[in-house]
């Protein structure tokens, strides 16, 4: 099962993720070549904090802040448990 | 527990699934927003950019329109049948050209995929690359706010000022008139000419937009009639002032004020009263018998003949108004205004002037028989009125209310006055 978070607007990101037998990070945004460090990293640390990992995560980054993409990764995390 | 950040990017994920939903329907889905920064993204600002885009002048044609409000702000989904890349095209111009199109945000989506720009949008205070300032923090929102502000109001004011002086000019232009001040005659107004009325306008007219500026700040417009009056007395006696004591656009001023109020308080917020609603409302709030002093003749001959005049048009919210903006297309439709509104409303100025019950209808009965694609029969009818000293000052003002209240209608999708 793959469950998302968020959107493809300006601004935001949309989020999938989905259970893997390693813990996978994509990230494509448009503003990769200058944050694609600290999207990564955000997205580490919000891994780390909720506790989760053996999951492949995409992020489609439409210029989202790190407070967004963090807020879009825990909900895609809440979905997918609350679906276990 | 969700903080208000949480909730607009609730409200934008929504968006989203509406739009995913509605892709089932057209092909093409195109979302108008504003891009407004901080967390009240139902500013007055947010309301002013967004209506500033009349549907009907948007660069695409669309099948349905769907309007909603949410606390990511309000915002627009259109179904478009029409391919998605050449609506994009023309999208980025419309953000690129238009005086606020760099506070929107048109999103175009093609079967669920939103398509992106090749030439990223530039920051609208620096130049830089959008997106790397607003992840870098580069600006403040106080920074942000402040330009923004400043853009938009600068752009009402100055179209609101177009909007009024082209309805006054077409109005003072209209030659002959009936004993009116023209170009060519003073009228039935030995103390007037065409010049004073030049000079009065550019007198009043900064109080207008004043008066625009108050009502698209104002929380309730109920608590602010009061300042509003004010302006419109300052503006009566700069008029005078000018005029050495000459009552060129009293009326007008009352009219104007009530129009423009009404006007930048309904564009800059949601509303639940149409506009036509609101003029009445806003209209019984200037009109409350405590606030009346019956001074005017137009109070006098309400008194004595039951001639409402110019206080009862608006408590009607203009119904003659209403009617004149069905006959008024573009400037050559001024005269037939004119005179309809001259045979159909009652008009105090007119009484004055007629000084008795039965010439005053007697004149009406005159513009009931007028042929406006006669020339001399104008001409004729126009001598008649100098040399009797009539003149028809209430008509006028709402002619100018009319061509005024058709250019608003023209820009924005949300004054309607039916």
């Known amino acids: 099962m793959i469950y998302q978070a968020g959107s493809k607007e300006s601004n935001d990101c949309l989020i999938t993720i989905k259970k893997s037998n390693e813990t996978k990070i994509h990230i494509d945004s448009i503003v990769g070549h200058l944050f694609y460090d600290q999207i990564l990293q955000a997205v580490k640390e919000t891994l780390d904090d909720q506790l989760v990992d053996h999951v492949e995560v995409t992020v489609e980054d439409k210029g989202a802040l790190d407070y967004t993409i963090r807020a879009r990764l825990i909900v895609a995390i809440r979905r997918m448990k609350n679906d276990v | ?418």
Do not use: W
């Open chain 2, 1 to 418: 527990m969700m903080t208000i950040s949480d909730e607009i990017l609730d409200a934008r994920e929504n968006r989203y699934l509406r739009i995913l939903k509605l892709h089932v329907r057209f092909d093409t889905l195109v979302s108008l927003k504003v891009n407004y920064p901080g967390s009240d993204k139902n500013e007055s600002l947010v309301y002013l950019i967004l209506n500033a885009f009349n549907h009907e002048c948007l660069p695409f044609s669309y099948e349905k329109v769907y309007s909603y409000e949410s606390l990511d702000g309000p915002y627009y989904l259109f179904g478009v049948n029409e391919d998605a890349k050449s609506v994009k095209k023309k999208t980025i111009e419309l953000e690129e050209t238009h005086e606020l199109g760099r506070f929107i945000d048109v999103d175009v989506y093609n079967k669920k995929e939103c398509l992106s720009r090749s030439v990223k949008r530039k920051c609208y205070l620096c130049g830089r690359i959008a997106h790397e300032c607003v992840r870098l923090k580069k600006h403040s929102f106080e920074e942000l706010n402040d330009y923004i502000n400043e853009t938009v109001i600068n752009f009402y004011l100055k179209h609101l000022y177009d909007y009024i002086d082209q309805a006054m000019m077409v109005e003072l232009d209209l030659d002959p008139k009936f004993g009116l001040v023209t170009k060519s005659t003073c009228g039935s107004h030995e103390d007037m000419d065409y010049s004073l009325m030049i000079k009065t306008k550019k007198e009043i007219i900064p109080y207008f937009l004043d008066m625009f500026k108050l009502s698209v700040k104002i929380d309730k417009y109920e608590d602010f009639v009061d300042d509003f009056r004010k302006l419109g007395l300052q503006a009566e006696q700069a008029m005078y002032k000018v005029t050495n004591h000459v009552n060129t656009y009293k009326g007008l001023i009352f009219h104007m004020g009530l129009m423009i109020s009404t006007y930048g308080y309904m564009i800059s917020r949601e509303n639940k009263l149409s506009f036509t609603e609101m003029i009445q409302r806003n209209a019984q709030l200037f009109l409350k018998p405590s606030h009346v002093k019956n001074s005017t003749f137009g109070d006098v001959a309400q008194q004595k003949y039951n001639i409402k005049g110019a206080k009862g048009e608006a408590l009607e919210a203009y119904p003659h108004v209403r009617e004149a903006l069905k006959l008024y297309n573009n400037q050559a439709d001024a005269l037939k205004v004119l005179v309809y509104l001259i045979y159909n409303i009652e008009d105090t100025n007119l009484l004055k002037r007629s000084k008795s019950l039965d010439f005053y209808k007697k004149v009406k009965k005159l513009f009931k028989e007028l042929n406006i694609n006669h020339q001399n029969q104008v001409n004729q009818l126009s001598e008649y009125c100098i040399e009797h000293r009539l003149s028809f000052g209430g008509s006028a003002d709402l002619l100018i209310v009319t061509i005024f209240i058709k250019k608003l209608m023209e820009n924005h999708k949300k004054i309607s006055f039916l």
